[in-house]
């Protein structure tokens, strides 16, 4: 594997094909970019498993499999579940929008039936735009904006 970071030294820029998430490609791609390289990645197709958008979410460069550059907007380098906690959190939120919640009753509304209460709790105090009042027993969840303008009730 020596001779990999030699090759790779010597380059203008790196191209990757494919990658899994460890060995000599990995390894060659992931130091051109800790060392901000120019680092091209071929987009995978949506049945592929490898790790090249891991490498595209690290800095890497999308080219399609012509090696032509590729405008990618951020939703596109989600995974699926990525994709499906983004579109969680912007229901949560058009939830909150005017009233504050029990993570009971955010669960009930958004229909999570396979997330326990612990866990929505959790994500809850994970977003940012989210605020958690702890004067109330159950706590009582709502917009990091109704709380700044001293909105209090349900």
């Known amino acids: 594997m020596s001779r990999n970071s030699i090759i790779y030294g010597l380059s203008d820029c790196i191209y990757v094909a494919q990658s899994d998430s460890k060995g000599g490609t990995w390894a060659g791609a992931t130091e051109g970019l800790r060392k901000k390289r120019t680092v091209y ?3 995978p197709n949506d049945n592929e498993r490898n790790a090249n958008l891991l490498l595209i979410q690290q800095g890497g460069l999308p080219v399609d499999s012509n090696g032509e550059p590729i405008h990618l907007d ?3 380098l989600l995974s699926p579940e990525e ?3 983004r579109e969680l959190d912007e229901r949560i939120m058009q ?4 009233r504050q919640l029990s993570s009971q009753d955010i669960k009930k509304q958004l229909h999570l039936d396979d997330w326990t209460d612990s866990r929505l709790k959790n ?3 994970s977003m940012d735009a989210v605020h958690e009042y702890t004067n109330h027993r159950p706590f009582l969840y ?3 904006a ?9």
């Open 123 to 125: 994500h809850l105090r």
């Open 83 to 85: 994709e499906n906690i």
């Open 41 to 43: 990645v071929r987009l």
């Open 95 to 98: 939830l909150l929008e005017h």
């Open 142 to 144: 709502g917009t990091k």
């Open 74 to 76: 951020e939703a596109a």
């Open 146 to 154: 109704m709380a700044e303008s001293g909105f209090l009730f349900r």
